[in-house]
């Protein structure tokens, strides 16, 4: 069965980076886009980038250009994002989704803690 | 960017129930519209993409209809497990923006 398992919580301090990974499985890596989501307690969900594990071409949201960056390996079939120069409104909940039409399989969402 | 405004913010139903939940594009998106269901402390579940097309294993009370600006979900008859937020997004432009929600809640 199709699967993407994320890694745990982290808890980072203001101006330092975090990297998150998703790793699949049940299905060829390489054949769907990835995308990555987060969410704010209580609020919405946010799209932040998408990648193609195939190429490794990559679209981030304006709002992350320049922080973010969406890498793969594919020999283990794993997704990272890292964000960098992390601030107080970057707590949250990532997800990362399997992307066709739409993202029909997820992580179970990583928590982000900022604080200092 | 492309704003998506979902209405109403709250829906307060019985099951049983017809639930009409709209989604409205700043600018067309053609049918690049899906919806997700979230249930607290979950990922959020595809629901229906393109539209009008329901993802694998969605139950057939979920539909969707729309194309250009504006856009619904119904549920023709709520059952308990459907008292959720639900979420549309679009994928026609970057970034593939979400609307705000609308949450289904028991009455």
């Known amino acids: 069965q199709v699967q993407l398992v994320q890694s745990g919580a982290e808890v980072r301090k203001p101006g330092a980076s975090v990297k998150v990974s998703c790793k699949t499985s049940g299905y060829t890596f390489t054949s769907y886009d990835i995308n990555w989501v987060r969410q704010a307690t209580g609020q919405g969900l946010e799209w932040m980038g998408w990648?193609?594990?195939?190429?490794?071409?990559?679209g981030y949201a304006q709002k992350f250009q320049g922080r973010v960056s969406m890498t793969r390996n594919t020999s283990i079939s794993t997704a990272y994002m890292e964000l960098r120069s992390l601030r107080s409104e970057d707590t949250a909940v990532y997800y990362c989704?399997?992307?066709?039409?739409?993202?029909?399989?997820w992580g179970q969402g990583t928590l982000v803690t900022v604080s200092s | 960017e492309i704003v998506l405004t979902q209405s109403p913010a709250t829906l307060s139903l019985s099951p049983g129930e017809r639930a009409t939940l709209s989604c409205r594009a700043s600018?067309?998106?053609?049918?690049?519209l899906a919806w997700y269901q979230q249930k607290p402390g979950q990922a959020p579940r595809l629901l229906i993409y393109d539209a009008s097309h329901r993802a694998t294993g969605i139950p057939a009370r979920f539909s969707g209809s729309g194309s250009g600006t504006d856009f619904t979900l119904t549920i023709s008859s709520l059952e308990s497990e459907d008292f959720a937020v639900y979420y549309c997004?679009?994928?026609?432009?970057?970034?593939?923006?979400f609307g705000g929600g609308t949450k289904v809640e028991i009455k």
């Open positions: 997004q679009q994928r026609s432009n970057w970034p593939f923006t």
């Open positions: 989704g399997r992307y066709s039409y739409g993202s029909d399989y």
């Open positions: 600018q067309s998106v053609g049918i690049s």
């Open positions: 990648m193609n594990p195939n190429s490794g071409n990559t």
